[in-house]
Nanobody, 123 residues
Framework: QVQLVESGGGLVQAGGSLRLSCAAS????????MGWFRQAPEKEREFVAA????????VYRDSVKGRFTISRDTAKNTVYLRMNSLKPEDTAVYYC????????????????WGQGTQVTVSS
């Protein structure tokens, strides 16, 4: 069993920054990649960013490129999402998740999810 716990969400003004953390635990944690997704009210869950656990290759959705940075600390089993220049449209519940597959932008390819952390960006 793998547990994922997000933290770091909150209320921020447009143009501000937040750093989300996702701490992974379990008997033996392993992953092909870790991803961040978000879901706004009445919208589908959407891919934000992903990082390969080994090699640190990263992938981003177009709307966050240049503003968000995903990183990981393998010693701490923790993934981070640094979010700069936040916009009201970034408002959502942010989830981290684990995948053992190579297609990292589809929620269905992830088998473990955190409980989510709310990010609210005011205009």
């Amino acid at each position: 069993q793998v547990q994922l716990v997000e933290s770091g969400g909150g209320l921020v003004q447009a143009g501000g920054s937040l750093r989300l953390s996702c701490a992974a635990s379990g008997r033996t944690f392993s992953a092909y990649a870790m991803g961040w997704f978000r879901q706004a009210p009445e919208k589908e869950r959407e891919f934000v960013a992903a990082i390969r656990w080994s090699g640190a290759n990263t992938v981003y959705r177009d709307s966050v490129k240049g503003r968000f940075t995903i990183s990981r600390d393998t010693a701490k089993n923790t993934v981070y999402l640094r979010m700069n220049s936040l916009k009201p449209e970034d408002t959502a519940v942010y989830y981290c998740a684990r995948t053992m597959g190579s297609v990292v932008n589809r929620p269905g390819n992830y088998d473990y999810w955190g409980q989510g952390t709310q990010v609210t960006v005011s205009s």
